[in-house]
């Protein structure tokens, strides 16, 4: 089969595999389409996972059951299926919480395990999802960044009426913005350096928004009748925004910090307004569980706007190209790798 490695920072090289077979409770998927995600960009960039390389990256993947290892149950040969990218031990107290990156033993498929850039790849079975057969592959390669959002929203707490502020306008907060909506979110709020991507997020459900940083908190006071946003989410990975997003809620609110910094990034708090005014911040960056049984269902139903991110796609053999451009594609929400259709 062939695979993608990514031999270090910014290098991918094409290689020659024999097709893995799946063991005791492991499934091998026919991958047809892996979306790039962000965190792929800070490994290929040499910012996060550097320590796993040589590594084959790719998690935001759909495909087909091609082959069941002994005392595997429920699944079936040649159904579509999505697989959750996240593989604790499955016992620990933070696995039976669904906490699974706490988990000990953890591994990530495509950030400490070779992952999806490949023409197949071996999954633990009790991870996989199988989909309905009519859903475009495009459309369900997008589960797991959806699922990162599910996640977000519950940790947040979100509901009716509440005011949402999504700092950052691209795939993942567009998608933000999209699950603000149909909660019940109301304004939604977007800021973004590009126009583009703000107008996109204004057509996906915002209420308004701006590629001014300067401007935003003036909206967003004006939005709030002065008392600021009762959720800000952060989902670009900027110091200066989670500063930005202290100054933008409002008494009593809360942060949301889902954008990946730097281990050496640190939010300083105002500790006694954050008690007086008993503000939170909640941090949740990978969905995992019932969250993608939940993305799943919502893409499934047509409630997601998926068209914006599903046009742009790139063979295996050019996977170099792709994320070497990436970059200048800022009205691409997504990009993904076609391998096997």
């Given at each position: 089969m062939k695979v993608a490695v990514l031999t270090k920072p910014g290098c991918f090289a094409m290689e020659e595999r024999p097709v893995p077979r799946p063991g005791?409770?492991?499934?091998?998927?026919?991958?047809?389409?892996?979306?790039?995600?962000?965190?792929?960009?800070?490994?290929?960039?040499?910012?996060?996972?550097?320590?796993?390389?040589?590594?084959?990256?790719?998690?935001?993947?759909?495909?087909?059951?091609?082959?069941?290892?002994?005392?595997?149950?429920?699944?079936?040969?040649?159904?579509?299926?999505?697989?959750?990218?996240?593989?604790?031990?499955?016992?620990?107290?933070?696995?039976?919480?669904?906490?699974?990156?706490?988990?000990?033993?953890?591994?990530?498929?495509?950030?400490?395990?070779?992952?999806?850039?490949?023409?197949?790849?071996?999954?633990?079975?009790?991870?996989v999802i199988p989909a309905p057969d009519h859903i475009p592959d495009e459309v369900l390669a997008l589960t797991e960044p959806l699922a990162c959002v599910v996640r977000a929203a519950r940790k947040a707490q979100?509901?009716?009426?509440?005011?949402?502020?999504?700092?950052?306008?691209?795939?993942?907060?567009?998608?933000?913005?999209?699950?603000?909506?149909?909660?019940?979110?109301?304004?939604?709020?977007?800021?973004?350096?590009?126009?583009?991507?703000?107008?996109?997020?204004?057509?996906?459900?915002?209420?308004?928004?701006?590629?001014?940083?300067?401007?935003?908190?003036?909206?967003?006071?004006?939005?709030?009748?002065?008392?600021?946003?009762?959720?800000?989410?952060?989902?670009?990975?900027?110091?200066?925004?989670?500063?930005?997003?202290?100054?933008?809620?409002r008494k009593g609110g809360h942060i949301a910090a889902f954008g990946?910094?730097?281990?050496?990034a640190e939010l300083p708090l105002p500790i006694l307004q954050t008690i007086l005014q008993e503000n939170s911040v909640k941090g949740s960056v990978a969905g995992m569980g019932p969250d993608m049984h939940d993305a799943l269902t919502l893409l499934v139903h047509g409630r997601v706007k998926t068209g914006a991110f599903t046009g742009t796609s790139f063979p295996l053999a050019k996977i170099q190209t792709a994320f070497d451009t990436i970059r200048d594609r800022p009205s691409d929400l997504k990009t993904q790798i076609v391998i096997g259709e």
């Open positions: 005791r409770g492991e499934a091998l998927i026919r991958v047809t389409r892996v979306g790039i995600c962000g965190t792929d960009l800070h490994i290929f960039d040499g910012h996060y996972a550097a320590d796993s390389l040589p590594m084959v990256p790719g998690h935001e993947f759909t495909g087909r059951i091609e082959d069941l290892g002994p005392e595997v149950t429920g699944l079936t040969i040649g159904s579509k299926a999505v697989v959750d990218m996240n593989i604790g031990c499955g016992n620990c107290y933070w696995c039976r919480r669904n906490e699974v990156l706490n988990c000990p033993e953890m591994r990530q498929i495509g950030i400490t395990t070779d992952g999806a850039f490949a023409e197949y790849v071996v999954v633990p079975a009790r991870l979100v509901t009716f009426g509440q005011s949402v502020v999504v700092i950052g306008a691209g795939p993942i907060g567009n998608l933000h913005v999209q699950l603000m909506r149909t909660i019940g979110a109301a304004p939604i709020i977007v800021s973004d350096l590009s126009e583009d991507r703000v107008q996109a997020a204004i057509e996906a459900g915002a209420d308004a928004g701006t590629s001014d940083p300067d401007a935003l908190r003036d909206i967003v006071m004006k939005a709030t009748g002065g008392r600021g946003a009762d959720i800000v989410i952060e989902s670009v990975g900027h110091p200066a925004l989670y500063r930005q997003a202290t100054e933008l809620i990946l910094t730097g281990p050496e």
